[in-house]
């Protein structure tokens, strides 16, 4: 392809001013972090609890999101920024890659608008305040994309090695690297050329390598049954044909609001001409085909998901890192540079502003709805401590996860001192995996839930304290109320 920098800079240049961008961009995402008031999500406080215990594997993730956390909080303590400083400077690196493969396909120039583009998405100014399993799977695809394109380049056993190395990583993150796989195939069927400039040789050091890094958690899977991978299987959703158009209609709206409404129509339009090209392609490295083909595997699968069962919008994410360089290339080759500064400007005033707004949010009344779910979990942990020292001796008996998960990290509990009611002898989740109530435990409990517990509960305990009630006032003026019995003698599940 042409060059594509009329402006005459050099590489140098365009390479300084992205780290300058995005170093500034990911210092304010860390300090609106350090002073937000969102309390962790019910999803961080369980990658939280992971961490305590870092192992190869839990019930519904791979470990990788744990192991960080575990990285994390050692530097900065268990404490809500000590948990999440890691997602922005990932988010930052993967940004930096995104446009490393951009420049080896374009120039310098392509690369600095592709990682001021990805750094500003708006999914990802979302991602970054928070610890979730998407933000090391980015990172790893924005690596592994990166070594792809070096691969392809130079042909290098060298580029092949750190590829796999990216795509294990990705795999210890979220399964969903699993679709790189299908990307690869796609772009050495459809670029002439291409897998004789890769090589059988180069691909087989690549899949091997990632098997490697992925191999403990695929034995620990093994030793526990597959309850990893049985768990990552689609949902099955039964709707009508009014629900499912609603479901599609998020799913495809989510899209856009991970985006941006304007750059995701160059997107659309890059990865559109790159299909176009498939086959025709002049060059065995030709970037619209090539990033059309990592994109495209989420949208098939997914799309129809969407349609029959269910697609959260985040399960698309590694396809933006495609789209991006397909969207920045497309407009910059077409003269739309104007257009593309507008993209961009429209998210980064909500990359900076949105994080902004959290941290003073507290202060401004129409904010209050959208912290509800994460505020008051710290009151109610201080709460749940201060009952539990009132009880000594009892182990604290939960029924509802995602209540748990919450209420064990701002008590600060640890195992053995939590126990979790699962009647079905099921084992749904990780808490049930490690601390599920067994038959014949002895007790005393201290039961902690988020609404006046049923009867076919507390029937199961031959004595039944009175129930109390602790509250927390939320976000938006609400209370939380939680109610607190204590149970001794424990009969059993059976009736």
Sequence with gaps: ?????????????????ALIAIGLLTLWRILCLAFTPLQLDYEEAQYWFWAQEPAWGYFSKPPLIAWLIWLSTALFGDTEFGIRWLSPVMHGIAALFVGAAAARLADA???FWAAIAYATLPGVAFSALLMTTDVPLLLAWSLALYGFVRMAEAGSAGWAIW??????LGALAKYAMVFFLPGVALALLCLPGLARRVGVARLAIMAGVALLVFLPNLLWNLDQGWITVRHTGLPAVEASLSQRLGKIGAFLGGQVAIAGPILLVAMLGGLGAGLRRWRRADTALS??????AFALPFFVVYLPVALFAQSNANWTAPAFVAAVIAGVLYWLQHGKLLWLKLALALNLAIAVLGPGLLVVAPHIAAAGPLLKGMSGWREIGAEVVAERGREPGATLLF??????QRVIYYAGLERGQFAMWNPDGTIDNELERVASLDAGAAGPWLLVTPRPAPAALTDRFETRGERREIAATLADG??????????????GYAP
């Design 1 to 17: 392809m042409p060059a594509i920098d009329p402006l005459g800079r050099s590489p140098a240049d365009w390479r300084r001013a």
């Design 109 to 111: 120039r392509a690369g």
């Design 163 to 168: 590829t796999g190395i990216a795509i294990g």
């Design 287 to 292: 970037p619209l085909p090539l990033m059309a």
């Design 399 to 404: 029924a509802d996860r995602t209540f748990a």
């Design 478 to 491: 609400s209370e939380r109320t939680v109610y607190l019995q204590r149970l001794e003698g424990f009969r």
